[in-house]
């Protein structure tokens, strides 16, 4: 199947037509990219102030009640752990996800791996 490049309809706005990037236009989608990264940085620093004010929130409503709640990350798998405590005893209640789910994601990446291997 042939096709020729005048036929192929404008991507995102931009004529087909091929011209040299001015100055004036590189300076602008050089501007235009610092903003959209200065965006995404407040965003991402206004995610992770409102994730901390939820841990916050839960880990003094938890205390109430007598239970700690531990939030860590696991090694092998970099998923988030959270783990329930008792607070007298340090004794675990509850852990999400549980070791064995965490060993069977880890147990099924290394398959996955070992497919995409084989396969190429």
Known sequence: MDI??????????????????T?????????????RT?????????????????????????????RDLNFSVDDSSGRVVVKVTDGASGEVIRQLP????????ENLEEVRSLLFKAEA
């Open 38 to 66: 200065a965006v995404a940085s407040e965003e991402t620093a206004q995610v992770y102030g409102q994730v901390d004010e939820a841990v916050t929130s839960i880990q003094s409503f938890v205390q109430n009640i007598r």
């Open 98 to 105: 549980s070791e064995e789910a965490l060993r069977l994601a």
């Open 23 to 35: 100055a004036s236009s590189a300076s602008v989608d050089k501007a235009d990219e610092q903003s």
């Open 4 to 21: 020729s490049i005048g036929s192929l309809p404008p991507v995102l706005g931009k004529s087909t037509t091929a011209s040299a990037p």
